[in-house]
């Protein structure tokens, strides 16, 4: 034999290697257990090139044992799901008290009308300057109160209180009422940023306990402040934007919606639901063969299928469906499968790993959203489960790149936050 070379394996790796596994169990037990056999891996185009490569056999079986046996119970009908639990909290918990208060790196999308707007980001929107930009800050937040909400007993959870009452006080929220009503900022964090806001307000509303209701009074002005500059955008908005990123119009949507059923802001979900209706009713045959974009971290497909089954009654949605997304199978066979990023450490390739976490909720909810007699509920299953155990792998904490976002994708996911407020 020839001396054994050794891979250092890393967690988006085992992902790689399971979204290979889906074309070929034959490829890993010829290719992961075959000594000698580096050059098969090099050619897979899964971006194991080193210059130094070492070889892990325990690593290897272990994860292709594992890939092996999830592939039988499959096959068998019996899905394997990753676990939620407190020590699941935990981990996520712990990745946006990480990074809430870390001020850098920071990338700011920041106007300036004068030198005197030239500050640090814990100055200029002193709330919400951690987690790399403003609207990962946003949604950290969320994270932890959403955690604190679901998992009261965790030990995370005095941590979590500490760190919301620093963040979330008058003082504070006054300055980012200022940044955000200040000139040349009218498309600031629009729809995205905003759009978490208002989960965060809805999430500290909904916390009945008497921290969350003090921090929901201190945060109110700005929810008020983002609800103000929403309301006055969404009616002069003629197109829907159908990117796989931040500025996209259906995820942006969903997330409104359903804080206006939350909060019982009848005016607002009545705009919403017109505007829904009037961007994307008469949509027919969505490409899902053009997904994704290199850099999607949404799919334009799913999220406007997401956003219509709340709007839309369940027969109503299902018909809709039928024309929109003809494709899906009535047969439970795979759909649409997983994606792999490429560089879990580049910034926007690390897009895809939130991809897997979004499409999952996303099928989730439209699977919510169809009759319970509806044939496509299997097909819509299966790619939902292979999404949520791809994505949920790459949440690793390994590069800060994705750590500071990915968290929140994952318990957005996790604790079905988009489909428990329509049961």
């Known amino acids: 034999m020839d001396k054994i070379r050794e891979i250092n394996c890393a967690p988006w790796e085992l992902a790689a290697w399971a979204e290979t596994s889906r074309h070929s169990d034959a490829?890993?037990?010829?290719?992961?257990?075959t000594v000698g056999n580096y050059e098969n891996m090099r050619s897979s185009n899964l971006g194991l090139e080193s210059a130094a490569v070492k070889l892990s056999c325990m690593k290897l079986l272990l994860s292709a044992f594992l890939l092996l046996t999830t592939g039988a119970l499959n096959a068998m009908g019996q899905t394997v799901s990753p676990k939620f639990d407190v020590a699941s909290a935990e981990r996520f918990a712990d990745l946006a008290l990480a990074c809430v208060h870390k001020e850098y790196?920071?990338?700011l999308s920041h106007s300036l009308n004068s030198d005197a707007d030239v500050a640090p980001p814990r100055k200029l929107t002193p709330a919400f300057y951690g987690c790399y930009d403003w609207h990962s800050s946003v949604h950290g937040h969320w994270l932890l109160v959403r955690l604190a909400r679901t998992y009261p007993q965790a030990p995370s959870v005095p941590k979590i209180r500490a760190a919301l009452k620093q963040s979330i006080t008058p003082e504070n929220?006054?300055?980012?009422?200022?940044y955000l009503n200040g000139e040349g900022r009218a498309s600031f964090e629009r729809p995205y940023g905003l759009a978490w806001l208002l989960q965060l307000g809805a999430e500290l509303r909904e916390w009945d306990d008497p921290d969350a209701r003090e921090l929901s009074l201190n945060l109110r002005p700005l929810e008020t402040a983002a609800m103000g500059r929403i309301k006055a955008w969404m009616p002069k908005l003629s197109y829907p934007v159908r990117i796989g990123e931040h500025s996209q119009t259906a995820f942006a949507l969903g997330l409104m919606w359903d804080y206006a059923r939350l909060t019982k802001d009848h005016e607002f979900g009545s705009m919403l639901e017109a505007k829904a209706r009037q961007f994307f009713l008469k949509d027919k045959d969505c490409p899902m063969s053009y997904e994704p974009s290199g850099e999607d971290f949404l799919s334009p497909c799913l999220a406007e299928a997401d956003v219509?089954?709340?709007?839309?009654?369940?027969?109503?949605?299902?018909?809709?469906?039928h024309t929109f997304l003809p494709e899906i199978p009535a047969n439970g066979a795979e759909w649409i499968v997983p994606v792999v990023s490429p560089d879990p450490s580049d910034p926007k390739l690390a897009h895809l790993d939130g991809l897997n976490l979004s499409r999952a909720w996303m099928l989730e909810g439209i699977a919510s959203g169809l009759p319970r007699t509806d044939r496509r509920l299997a097909s819509l299953k299966v790619a939902a489960d292979a999404h949520r155990k791809a994505g949920l792998a790459a949440v690793t904490g390994e590069h800060y790149e994705g750590s500071h976002w990915l968290g929140s994708f994952a318990v957005y996911l996790v604790t079905e936050r988009g489909i428990a407020d329509h049961k």
């Open 173 to 178: 929220i006054q300055q980012e009422v200022a």
């Open 27 to 33: 490829w890993i037990k010829t290719s992961f257990f």
């Open 308 to 321: 219509m089954r709340r709007v839309l009654a369940p027969k109503e949605f299902a018909d809709w469906l």
């Open 105 to 107: 790196p920071n990338k």
